[in-house]
């Protein structure tokens, strides 16, 4: 069986400090749906000053598969509470 590791964050300084928007989220969720065709996705620029972009950052309580020569086969997630 794999293993299943929380990540916790510890404090203000802990966290997400940067993404970036890949082909396959480890999330499994993409930024945005149009329909199951296969079509570029399309990207809006909400704040021409900030360019916000929105999705899904984290699946609450959700395993994302990960591996390492170090560890080997893993799951992390992140609880609502993270």
């Known amino acids: 069986m794999i293993p299943i590791f929380e990540a916790q964050i ?4 802990d966290g997400i400090f940067k993404i970036s928007l890949v082909d396959a989220p480890a999330v499994e969720s993409n930024f945005l749906f149009f329909n199951k065709e296969d079509k570029a ?3 809006s620029i909400e704040d021409e000053e900030q360019h916000i972009v929105f999705g899904v950052l984290m699946r609450a309580d959700y395993p994302i598969y990960r591996f390492s020569p170090q560890y ?3 799951y992390i997630k992140y609880t609502k509470e993270t």
């Open 10 to 13: 510890l404090d203000q300084q």
């Open 41 to 43: 996705l399309k990207f």
């Open 72 to 74: 080997g086969e893993y």
